[in-house]
């Protein structure tokens, strides 16, 4: 595998994908990979019948994996971090208020 570039298309076995140059691609990367590691454990504390991560470790999870992101000379674009951790708390708050989808439990509400 190879780079054309420093943020150049990522190349393999015969393959490019597109390059993630844009704030919004990187943004939805992101968004993407924090999701499914926060479902992920959601489903793994739900199997074993423990509490199921809420809001601030959404939060959590969102922020470092922004700044994980960055590379290394790239500054923090606060706005882009503050439109995506507005966009992960909506997705909380309205998956909670659909029976309860995203509670971990009833009385967990009170701790978010």
């Known amino acids: 595998m190879r780079t054309s570039g420093a943020r150049g298309a990522i190349t393999g076995a015969g393959h490019a994908l597109p390059e993630a140059g844009t704030t919004e691609?990187?943004?939805?990367?992101?968004?993407?990979?924090?999701?499914?590691?926060?479902?992920?454990?959601?489903?793994?504390?739900?199997?074993?019948?423990?509490?199921?991560?809420g809001?601030?470790?959404?939060l959590r999870l969102t922020r470092e994996r922004f700044l994980a992101s960055?590379?290394?000379?790239?500054?923090?674009?606060?706005?882009?971090?503050?439109?995506?951790?507005?966009?992960?708390?909506l997705l909380f708050e309205r998956h909670e208020g659909v029976g309860g989808g995203l509670?971990?439990?009833?009385?967990d509400r009170a701790h978010h």
């Open 55 to 58: 809001q601030e470790e959404l």
């Open 25 to 53: 691609t990187g943004i939805g990367i992101v968004a993407h990979e924090v999701l499914k590691k926060f479902f992920d454990r959601w489903a793994g504390a739900d199997a074993e019948g423990q509490a199921r991560p």
């Open 70 to 89: 960055l590379h290394q000379a790239e500054q923090v674009n606060e706005e882009s971090l503050d439109q995506l951790l507005a966009q992960m708390r």
């Open 103 to 107: 509670a971990a439990h009833p009385g």
